[in-house]
C-alpha cells in the first residue's frame, strides 16, 4: 500500500485559531512555507514554494509533489482536515497544476486514535504507543514566520522549520503503525463529515445584518433606559452596579445568580428588577457575535468547518468558532433555486436507548447503574464477553469495548477497577487524566453513540443517492438540492430505508421542505 504522510506549513495574516482553517486557508494572504511528504517508510522529502528555494536546501520539483499525491493511495496526517484544506484552498489557488486530492484517499490519525478512546494529542499518542519523543519535535517555532506572509525567512529559520517538519512526519507515520484502520462504517462517517465541511453552509448576509441591526438599536435603547433608571452608563459595569444598589440598602457581595435570588426574592420594587433584566439581556445579546459570524464568510458567503468530527466516545458534532451564537435558526438559507430537505428523526432520544436496553420503562438511572455492573464485571473478567441488552461488553489489552446494536465498537481507554470502583483513561482539556466512570456517563455516552449512528447512516445512505448534506443535528439531516414543488420521491425513498440494525425500533422520519433552516423548520 502506497502511503503518504504529508505536512503543510503556511503563514497568513488571518489566525487560523479564531477563523478555522477553511476560511484560514481561501484567506488570499495565506501563503505556503513548505510541504513535507514521507513514503512509506522512505526518508521525508520537502517541496517549497519558488521564492524560497534555496541552493544549500535540498528540495524536491513541483513535478515530483504532484507525482507522489497522484500515485499515492493513503494519505494521512494527524489531523487530515487541515492539510486537505490548506491543499485544496491554499495551495490549488496558487498552484492550480496541483491534482485535487480526493476525500477517499484521505486517512486522519487523530480521528483513528480516537476512535480507540485516545482522543489525545500528538505528544501523548507518542508517550502512549512507547514511540521515542524528539526534543526538536515539541521545541516552540519562532511565531514571527507563520503570521508575516512577507517577512523574508533566513536559511537557518527554514532548515530548523524543515527539520521540525520532517522529525513530524516521522512521528505519525510510526503512531499510524499502531493504530488499526477506522472500520469500513466509520471511515464513511469520518469521509461524509469531512466533504459536509468541505461543503458548507450558505449564511444569508442580509439576515445576519438585518439582525445586528436590530440588536444595535435594541442594545441602545436598553442601555437608555438603564441610564435613566441607574445614572450609569455600562449596565456591565458590575462595580458600578454593586455601588448603586449599597445606596439603596441592597448589600451584595457580587452580582452572581447566588447571591442575587434571595434579595429578589424579598425585593418588591420593579425597578430593582428591571435594571437586572437589562443586564442579562445586554449579557446576552452582544451584536459582536453577529460581526463574528460575518468574519467567518468564505468569498462564496459559505461557511466551512464547523462541524468537529468525535470518533469516540460518542461521534456527535459540535459546532466550532462560534461560541457565542447557539445555532443558525434564520441565518442558514437556501441558495437560488435551491431548497433545503430535511429528514427530521425527532423520536431517537431516550427512547432509543431505553428499547435497547430492557424496555422502555426502565429509567435511565437504573440503566446506567446496570451498565456500569457489567462494564465492571467485563474489566474483572478480560476475554469474557457479557451481554446487556443488545450490548455486547468485553475488556482486552488496554480497552474496555462496547459493541452497539450498529456494530460499532465503542472503546474506553485503560479500564481499571479501584476501591471497586470503574476507571479509564479520557482527555481533560490538556492533561489525560485517571477518571471514575459513572453509570449516568456510560448511559449518555452510548445514548450519543446510537444517535450519532442513526443519523449517520441516513447521512451515508443520501450522499450515495446524491444528495447534498449541509448540517447535522441530533434529530435531523439538512440536504440543500434544486428546487421542487413537492417533496422529492427519491428522497422519501432513500429516507423509508431503514439501516437494517434499526429493524427492531419501529419510528418514522419526518421530510419537510424549507428555503431558510430553523430549529423550527
Not at 209 to 234: C, M, V, W
Not at 448 to 463: K, N, P, V
Request: glycine share 4%.
Amino acid at each position: 500500500m502506497n502511503t503518504l504522510t504529508i505536512d503543510i506549513k503556511t503563514r497568513s495574516c488571518a489566525s487560523i485559531k479564531t477563523n478555522g482553517v477553511f476560511t484560514y486557508a481561501q484567506n488570499k494572504s495565506t501563503q505556503p512555507i513548505c510541504v513535507t511528504v514521507k513514503k512509506n517508510q522512505d526518508p521525508p522529502l520537502v517541496w517549497l514554494p519558488p521564492e524560497l528555494r534555496r541552493p544549500e536546501i535540498i528540495t524536491i520539483s513541483d513535478d515530483r509533489l504532484r507525482q507522489m499525491i497522484e500515485e499515492a493511495e493513503i494519505i494521512q496526517a494527524y489531523d487530515i482536515t487541515t492539510e486537505f484544506a490548506l491543499w485544496k484552498y491554499t495551495l490549488r489557488r496558487l498552484y492550480p497544476w496541483f491534482p485535487e486530492i480526493p476525500i477517499r484517499k484521505l486517512s486522519c490519525i487523530a480521528a483513528r486514535a480516537a476512535y480507540l478512546g485516545m482522543n489525545f494529542s500528538l505528544r501523548n499518542l507518542m508517550e502512549e504507543l512507547d514511540i521515542p519523543d524528539n526534543e526538536l519535535l515539541f521545541t516552540p517555532m519562532d511565531p514571527i514566520i507563520f503570521i508575516s506572509p512577507n517577512k523574508k525567512i533566513t536559511t537557518e529559520t527554514l532548515s530548523a522549520l524543515l527539520k521540525f517538519c520532517m522529525n513530524t512526519v516521522n512521528a505519525e507515520s510510526c503512531i499510524a503503525g499502531k493504530l488499526i484502520e477506522l472500520p469500513p462504517f466509520e471511515q464513511q462517517i469520518w469521509r461524509s463529515s469531512l466533504a459536509l465541511n468541505d461543503n458548507g453552509i450558505f449564511i444569508s448576509r442580509e439576515s445576519v445584518g438585518k439582525r445586528l441591526e436590530n440588536q444595535k438599536r435594541s442594545e441602545e435603547a436598553l442601555r437608555d433606559e438603564f441610564q435613566a433608571i441607574t445614572g450609569l452608563n455600562n449596565p456591565m459595569n458590575g462595580d458600578g452596579l454593586l455601588a448603586y444598589f449599597n445606596r439603596r440598602g441592597i448589600h451584595l457581595k457580587n452580582l452572581e445568580v447566588e447571591s442575587l435570588e434571595p434579595v429578589l426574592r424579598s425585593m418588591p420594587d420593579s425597578r430593582i428588577r428591571r435594571v437586572l433584566e437589562i443586564r442579562s439581556h445586554v449579557a446576552q445579546n452582544n451584536p459582536l457575535r453577529y460581526s463574528r459570524l460575518i468574519s467567518l464568510l468564505g468569498d462564496d458567503s459559505r461557511i466551512r468547518g464547523l462541524w468537529e468530527y468525535h470518533g469516540n466516545p460518542s461521534g456527535t458534532f459540535r459546532m466550532k468558532y462560534l461560541s457565542e451564537i447557539t445555532d443558525l435558526n434564520g441565518f442558514m438559507a437556501a441558495e437560488k433555486n435551491h431548497i433545503f430537505r430535511i429528514c427530521r428523526l425527532p423520536e431517537l432520544r431516550h427512547q432509543l436507548f431505553s428499547v435497547v436496553m430492557n424496555g422502555p420503562d426502565q429509567t435511565s438511572i437504573m440503566t446506567g447503574r446496570n451498565l456500569k455492573e457489567h462494564c465492571e464485571t467485563a474489566v474483572n473478567n478480560p476475554g469474557k464477553t457479557v451481554y446487556y441488552g443488545k450490548l455486547k461488553i468485553s475488556c482486552f489489552s488496554r480497552f474496555l469495548k462496547i459493541v452497539l446494536p450498529s456494530e460499532r465498537n465503542v472503546y474506553l481507554y485503560k479500564p481499571e477497577i479501584k476501591d471497586k470502583q470503574l476507571f479509564c483513561q479520557l482527555k481533560y482539556k490538556r492533561s489525560i487524566l485517571n477518571k471514575e466512570i459513572s453509570g449516568s456517563f456510560l448511559f449518555h455516552l452510548l445514548e450519543e453513540a446510537m444517535i450519532r449512528d442513526t443519523i449517520m447512516s441516513y447521512l451515508i445512505l443520501l450522499r450515495k443517492n446524491h444528495f447534498t448534506p449541509v448540517i447535522t443535528t441530533p434529530y435531523e439531516i439538512v440536504t440543500e438540492d434544486p428546487v421542487s414543488n413537492e417533496l422529492d420521491e427519491s428522497f422519501q425513498n432513500v429516507i423509508a430505508n431503514t439501516p437494517e440494525w434499526l429493524s427492531w425500533y419501529a419510528f418514522s422520519p419526518i421530510v419537510c421542505l424549507s428555503k431558510t433552516w430553523s430549529s423550527a423548520s
